[in-house]
């Protein structure tokens, strides 16, 4: 079993910044990956940044490229989403999630993923 512990959402004015954190434990050995996820009210689940824990393999959806940044302290085992230049259209609840893919690489696939976190909430105002 994985357990992922999120951190660090709340609430800015658009423009601004967030830094999101992930903390897993337990028995990482059977995930590959790791990724973000986020989920606004009345719309599916749908991932934000993806990377493999292996390498500096990342991947991002189109609407946060050069915006958002994903990275990782394997000694923490510990995930972060870096979150600059954020938009009303970014609020949501931020999920944490770790999974494996056949093919090693990240993904941005909820049916990648087997274990998530609890959730924490961004909120952007304009």
């Known amino acids: 079993q994985v357990q992922l512990v999120e951190s660090g959402g709340g609430s800015v004015q658009a423009g601004g910044s967030l830094r999101l954190s992930c903390v897993a434990s337990?028995?990482?050995?059977?995930?590959?990956?790791m990724a973000w996820f986020r989920q606004a009210p009345g719309k599916e689940r749908g991932g934000v940044a993806s990377?493999?824990?292996?390498?500096?393999?990342?991947y991002y959806a189109d609407s946060v490229v050069g915006r958002f940044t994903i990275s990782k302290d394997n000694a923490k085992n510990t995930v972060y989403l870096q979150m600059n230049s954020l938009k009303p259209e970014d609020t949501a609840m931020y999920y944490c999630?770790?999974?494996?893919?056949?093919?090693?690489?990240?993904?941005?696939?909820?049916?990648?993923?087997?274990?998530w976190g609890q959730g924490t909430q961004v909120t952007v105002s304009s």
């Open positions: 999630a770790a999974g494996r893919t056949p093919y090693g690489g990240p993904s941005l696939a909820v049916r990648h993923y087997n274990y």
């Open positions: 990377g493999q824990i292996g390498d500096d393999s990342l």
């Open positions: 337990g028995y990482t050995g059977s995930t590959n990956i």
